[in-house]
């Protein structure tokens, strides 16, 4: 039934809704934050909270939007391992599992937004909060005022960032498209810019840092800041009176500064760059990020205690009773 509206009570309505190929994923939160997967399907999941407190859910054909009741419900726990302190933020998380090829669009009013694995158009919209976005590809849109802004990308990338005092650090193979405003925040762009597009990088008091792959021909207007350029296929330019051409200078990248220093430097080809993925790094003591989550919300409900807890941390093997609880 298009339009129709799931029981908004804590614990009820639809957690998983078939959106089809290229359906449209809407989250909107208050002060929580967002996590967002792309996995292989059509299915949209709700993940987080376990039990569905403070969630509604609103379904369309294609479409599934998740909102936040006054918020998620938030627990903090604190653990010792080690000899060092440890703390994770359990719950005032919403996380979701959406197909590779979802649009999502993401808006938060206080929280961090993280996305992985999406393929999709993105948009983001955050008053306070750090956006990461990570193994991307496609049209990104990400608007936050304060809070910083990273983008990782595994495809061509448009991308299209207004950071108010937040930093922007992006990489990508290929840049189709790049419109990044800042105001206080430092702007940090590696990769290939593409031919096609216009590309401009916009910012008062900010600096400017680019990894270049390829051919690129910069335009800088900066007032008080400093331009420098040690790129080795730099041809002619000094950045300031005159267009700093690197290699065949076939794309073209605008700089506008007020006091912000610009540096442009080589880059490393995507194809030359080898990095684990951020789920097969061990985490301190041993687990891994998902590891750590499943042992702390299993604490959390009363299944182990913080002795067994700090065991599974440490990546020692769950005893035989704390097994059978969990």
Known sequence: MAGERNPTRP????????????GVVVIAVEADDVRVRGVDGTEARVVA????????????????????????????LG???????????????????VPRDARVEVSSAAGDVALRDVGGDVQVRTVSGDVSIEQAA???????????????GTGPISLD?????????????????????TISGDTDVAGRFGTEGAHVITTVSGD????????????????????????PDRREGDGRKRL??????????AVRSMSGD???????????????????????????????????????????????AERRLAGAPAAPEAAAHA
């Open 11 to 22: 614990g009820h309505g639809p957690r998983v809704h078939d959106i089809g190929p290229g």
């Open 49 to 76: 909270p376990a039990d569905g407190a403070g969630i509604e859910t609103y379904v369309d054909r294609g479409r599934f939007t998740v909102r936040t009741i006054g918020g998620a419900r938030a627990t903090f």
């Open 79 to 97: 653990l010792r391992i080690g000899g060092r302190g440890f703390g994770v933020r359990l719950a005032g998380t919403v996380e979701l599992e």
């Open 138 to 152: 496609g049209r990104l849109a990400v608007d936050v005022a304060t809070g910083d802004v990273t983008v990782t």
């Open 161 to 181: 960032v207004h950071a108010v005092s937040g930093g922007v650090r992006a990489r990508a193979p290929r840049f189709d498209r790049v419109a990044i405003e």
């Open 208 to 231: 400017v840092e680019l990894a270049v792959v390829g051919g690129l021909t910069v335009e800088v207007k900066t007032v008080s800041g400093d331009v420098t350029c040690d790129h």
């Open 244 to 253: 700093l051409v690197i290699g065949d200078g076939a794309a073209r990248l």
């Open 262 to 308: 610009v540096d442009v430097r080589a880059g490393r080809d995507a194809s030359e760059v080898t990095e684990t993925p951020a789920a097969d790094v061990p985490a301190a003591g041993g687990a891994t990020d998902a590891t750590t989550l499943a042992v702390l919300e299993a604490l959390a409900r009363g299944e182990i205690d913080v002795v067994e």
